[in-house]
């Protein structure tokens, strides 16, 4: 500030940046306040079409989905998309990026058929830009088959999660956090289709990922400790079922505390 000024570009990816840090530590008002610090430079600077406008429309949106405001997350998702498309064209990866982000919008709203839409949009752009064989198209595939599992169309959610899982396992190995996101996934399907054996098999492959990458302590190892719970409860075994349901209670309550103090 003190160099460049109030209204520099520099200022305003300061505050982008930690707005960013804030936004990771789940500090979301703080990190509003700073992205909207940086939006307001931005316009006066690029006026309101630029690609870095809708960057920062996209950030916002991302920061009230976060806080469950979802009418907010897709107003400003929306202005992100026009902009995108009308810069960039229809057929850019920051466009699948948009369309990707207002389908999680519209899947926590439980409109699973609209996320669907949204999620095939940006996998036909993905495809078209990256190939086969990249994250993006991955992730796209693995949303596509969560929005079908919603829907309790369990084969169509497990073709999908494969398809995520063979690109995945092919760019990253079998060691890698979305490897084993994509292992709990199938394993939850398959406890929809009352597979309760296969389900924990794929369930614990994800167990063992996360706590050998993420650690013993993280809020995905907790999830599938539950996850295992549920299998476990499901076949009757009240005393595994009550045992993974305690260690996931433990991870939740020490991640509680740690917050908070």
């Known amino acids: ?76 998702y929306h202005k992100a998309l026009n902009i995108r498309i009308e810069t960039l064209g229809h057929k850019h990866p920051d466009v699948a990026i948009t369309y990707n982000n207002i389908g999680a919008v519209y899947k926590s709203q439980r409109e699973y058929k609209k996320a669907l839409d949204l999620y095939q949009k940006a996998l036909d752009i993905e495809l078209e830009c990256f190939g086969e064989k990249h994250p993006d198209v991955a992730l796209s595939y693995h949303n596509m088959g969560v929005a079908y599992h919603s829907l309790s169309e369990n084969q169509k959610a497990l073709e999908f999660h494969q398809k995520a899982l063979n690109i995945r396992l092919e760019l990253f190995g079998e ?21 309760y054996e296969k389900a924990l098999e794929y369930h614990r492959k994800a ?28 076949q009757g075994n009240h005393h595994e079922a009550q045992g993974n349901y305690q260690k996931a209670l433990n991870i939740a309550a020490f991640n509680l505390l740690r917050n908070h103090t």
């Open 1 to 76: 500030l003190a160099v460049y000024g109030d209204m520099h570009p520099e200022v305003a990816q300061s505050y982008n940046n930690v707005g960013c840090v804030y936004a990771a530590v789940n500090n979301y008002e703080k990190a509003l306040e700073l992205y909207l610090k940086a939006l307001n430079i931005k316009i006066d600077i690029l006026g309101e079409t630029h690609p870095n406008i809708a960057k920062s429309y996209n950030n916002i949106g991302y920061i009230y989905s976060a806080k469950m405001d979802n009418e907010k997350a897709l107003e400003f």
């Open 175 to 195: 060691k890698h956090p979305d490897v084993a996101t994509t292992y709990n996934s199938i394993g939850s399907i398959l406890y929809s289709q009352k597979n």
């Open 207 to 234: 167990l063992n990922i996360k706590l050998e990458i993420l650690g013993k302590e993280h809020s995905d190892v907790a999830l599938i400790y539950s996850n295992i719970g549920t299998v476990y409860n499901a």
